[in-house]
């Protein structure tokens, strides 16, 4: 009896060791792509444009890709510098008097700089999954490119590539992959990204009238990605320790 208790233990310690979620240290990279939904807005024509001024235009789902450089403080705090780029294209934009059918045409496209702080959950070394929260402010511009509202005889069109103050929220999980390499982590990200509005160039003609102004319209993202992130300085996992065979 003994000698079997003996066995079951070296050959439990000689498993491999679970993987295990630890706070990052030191200097990381990641990337991550996914799906991007843009908001609704609705698009004012200023300036020399006669009434009616205002439509509202949506968006199809549309892709983000972001990629980050960052720094990990070793409890659970990080910073990182974070380029994103967003694409949607505009499915429907209705207003501005124009007569149904309508048709339309363009994109838009966000483009910009973040600057994010985070913090990770340490759940225990033996689970293998860190949550974690952060919150970002930078700059972003959102590129109109050749939005167009066609009824015929009427149309209007909007373009711009206008920047604005940009804030962001952020909810995710890592799990780490130390069977690939030390450091190394599948990511999974919800984003909120907010802008406090975008001006650009726009021109119409309706009922035989030519009119050029300026449009202002709002930049509000829902985003879910999916991405992988690597931190330089990680710590090898533990080598198993193999329990001494017993004596015949």
């Given at each position: 009896?003994?000698?079997?208790?003996?066995?079951?233990?070296a050959?439990?310690?000689?498993?491999?060791?679970?993987?295990?979620?630890?706070?990052?240290?030191?200097?990381?990279?990641?990337?991550?792509?996914?799906?991007?939904?843009?908001?609704?807005?609705?698009?004012?024509l200023?300036?020399?444009?006669?009434?009616?001024?205002?439509?509202?235009?949506?968006?199809?789902?549309?892709?983000?890709?972001?990629?980050?450089?960052?720094?990990?403080?070793?409890?659970?705090?990080?910073?990182?510098?974070?380029?994103?780029?967003?694409?949607?294209?505009?499915?429907?934009?209705?207003?501005?008097?124009?007569?149904?059918?309508?048709?339309?045409?363009?994109?838009?496209?966000?483009?910009?700089?973040?600057?994010?702080a985070?913090?990770?959950?340490?759940?225990?070394?033996?689970?293998?999954?860190?949550?974690?929260?952060?919150?970002?402010?930078?700059?972003?511009?959102?590129?109109?490119?050749?939005?167009?509202?066609?009824?015929?005889?009427?149309?209007?069109?909007?373009?711009?590539?206008?920047?604005?103050?940009?804030?962001q929220?952020?909810?995710?999980?890592?799990?780490?992959?130390?069977?690939?390499a030390?450091?190394?982590?599948?990511?999974?990200?919800?984003?909120?990204?907010?802008?406090?509005?975008?001006?650009?160039?726009?021109?119409?003609?309706?009922?035989?009238?030519?009119?050029?102004?300026?449009?202002?319209?709002?930049?509000?993202n829902?985003?879910?990605?999916?991405?992988?992130r690597y931190?330089?300085?990680?710590?090898?996992?533990?080598v198993?320790?193999?329990?001494?065979?017993?004596?015949?």
């Amino acid at each position: 009896m003994a000698l079997r208790k003996s066995l079951l233990a070296a050959t439990m310690l000689a498993l491999p060791v679970a993987v295990q979620a630890q706070p990052v240290t030191g200097l990381y990279v990641g990337a991550g792509i996914g799906m991007n939904m843009l908001m609704e807005t609705d698009v004012d024509l200023n300036n020399r444009f006669t009434a009616p001024r205002s439509g509202t235009a949506e968006f199809s789902y549309g892709y983000i890709g972001v990629i980050s450089l960052g720094w990990g403080f070793g409890n659970g705090v990080r910073a990182e510098i974070q380029g994103g780029y967003r694409s949607n294209e505009v499915d429907s934009l209705t207003g501005f008097g124009l007569a149904a059918p309508v048709r339309v045409s363009g994109r838009a496209n966000s483009y910009g700089i973040m600057v994010n702080a985070l913090y990770d959950f340490d759940l225990g070394r033996s689970i293998p999954v860190m949550p974690y929260v952060g919150l970002g402010a930078g700059y972003v511009f959102q590129d109109y490119d050749r939005v167009h509202a066609d009824s015929g005889a009427d149309w209007v069109h909007v373009v711009g590539a206008p920047g604005a103050f940009a804030y962001q929220a952020i909810i995710g999980a890592s799990f780490p992959i130390d069977s690939v390499a030390p450091g190394f982590a599948l990511t999974m990200e919800y984003r909120f990204l907010g802008t406090l509005g975008h001006e650009g160039d726009a021109s119409a003609l309706r009922g035989g009238r030519y009119e050029v102004g300026s449009a202002e319209w709002d930049n509000f993202n829902h985003s879910v990605l999916l991405g992988i992130r690597y931190a330089f300085n990680a710590a090898p996992p533990p080598v198993p320790v193999v329990a001494p065979a017993p004596a015949a």
